[in-house]
């Protein structure tokens, strides 16, 4: 047989082979473990469960996605590693957790940047983002969401809080990452890193003397029964979650199968922000009649004890903020 036949048909059947991975065999079966610090009342989880049911429907039982909402499994910094390293697992966690690897992502979740919930959404679908994305799939992590929004988090307190003196020696407690510890630092605060399973023990306990959250964590996990009945409207940083999986495990999965994956949790974020911008008024009102008050804050100071984090971190995109800026006012 001559050469460029025999080469035609090992193109042929590599061609096939490729195409076989396109559409997968029927005996594919993958099985990935999603972790999420989140309680079963919160509409995170709620909407990680639908997404991994739809996604089981629509790949009839191949792709299964077992979830394991608050920190069953590793979470936070420890759930983003296990996705560094390979593993069959999707981390379901805020993007300043990401930031180590790409410290720009960071600058995307500085605090008070966004005036709505579409802005952020806005911003994630820019080329700025995109190029963000790129980065962190080179450093192992295949975005696959970003704009799981649970809400604005503000200061969740016994006492009053107005301005940033308000905050003086007060431990407030924060998830691990730096850029709550910074942001919280930097309003006033002494920031105190818990795992949220710590946290409402921590505050009825005097182990801190508030928290920071939003109206949706606040119902969905009870914080309102506790003595923190006071909320500052500082909403001081934007709590989102973006879904993470590692690449290589991601370029495993059969194409057919990758873009009902992607679906699922576009579809899942998307009607996750619709939710919850229609149930804000009403989580605010039910908040009120247990008992919590809502206290409006001198913005300006807060904003002001806050600039000095629009200053670029080791590692950042030189001129980062400036583009971030440029885009937000691009909206308004
Ligand atoms: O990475 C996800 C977020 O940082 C979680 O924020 P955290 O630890 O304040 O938990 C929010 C609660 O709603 C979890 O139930």
Redesign the pocket.
Known sequence: MNVKKTLSIICAGAFLAIGSQAVAADDYKLTLKLS????PA?Q?TKSMDAVAEAILERTDGAIVIQTFP?AQLP??KEGVEQVVRGAKFIS???P??IGDYVPDFKALYAPMLYRSFDEYVTLTETQLVADMKAQAEEQGIKILALHYI?GF?NLITQKVITTPADLSGMKIR??G?KS?IDTLNAMGAVATPL??GE?LSAVQQGVVDG?E??E??NI??KVYEGPTKNVANTRHIL?T?GVYISPQVWAEIPENYQVIIQEEFSKGEDEMVALLKSQHGGVVEELESYGVVFNEVDGDAFRQALAPLYNEQEGMTPGIFEAIFTELDAMR
Request: hydrophobic share 30%; glycine share 10%; net charge negative.
């Open positions: 999420h610090v989140f309680s919160e995170l608050q979470a936070y379901v966690e805020d300043s957790f649970y988090r924060t998830p990452s709550y795992p949220w946290t928290l959250g939003s949706f964590t969905g996990t709590g979650c």
